[in-house]
């Protein structure tokens, strides 16, 4: 798959088989992260691995936090994204004191990579950015003290592959001068 069917193929995939995402195809996924451009090339990047009960246990502190705290039940849905995938990866910013902008927009590129490379791996991923609502204690869990969450990205081969969604016609969303 060459890189323009790979982002025509890439989709926000939440439904997920029980087969495992391959310790190689991962670090293939976390490979391109590494490469991905950044503000000043400062990679302000973190990756944290989870599989299986460490899964489950961001899976129970999400509802946990939903239980306590009305206002984040919007993450619902989200959490049972969470709790399908066979591997999440939480994206951590680790230099959150710089220029936030500039930060995000590289952890952006980053993410965006890690998606890519697992369209062609065939592998589905969907960004999650509702983990959020428990970004204290995950930074507390896995010691990412002084970092901050910027988003998860939940893998897993799909169980099935949503349709395209609508998408702007080219001339809606652009103005050309010469």
């Keep these: ?3 323009q069917e790979a982002i025509k193929n890439r989709r926000s995939v939440r439904k997920f088989n029980e087969e495992n995402v391959s310790k190689e195809d991962i670090m293939k996924i976390l490979e391109s992260a590494r490469l991905a451009p950044s503000a000043k090339n400062m990679q302000p990047w973190h990756f944290v691995v989870l599989k ?5 246990h961001v899976y129970q502190m999400m509802v946990d936090k939903m239980e306590k705290d009305e206002s984040t039940r919007v993450a619902e849905p989200t ?7 066979n591997t999440l990866i939480l994206v951590f910013n680790t230099m959150p004191e710089e220029s936030l902008i500039n930060m995000e927009q590289s952890l952006g590129a980053a993410i965006e990579n890690m998606l890519l490379q697992a369209t062609e791996l065939g592998i589905g991923s969907v960004w999650i950015r509702m983990t ?3 970004e204290d204690e995950l930074r507390e869990c896995y010691h990412m003290d002084g970092m901050r969450l910027s988003a998860t990205v939940a893998l897993g081969h799909y169980d099935e592959l949503p349709s395209p969604r609508p998408r702007k016609e080219i001339e809606d969303i652009m103005t050309w001068y010469e």
């Design 79 to 85: 959490s049972r994204t969470v709790r399908r995938a």
């Design 132 to 134: 959020y609502i428990i």
């Design 52 to 56: 299986n009960e460490q899964i489950e």
């Design 1 to 3: 798959m060459d890189l």
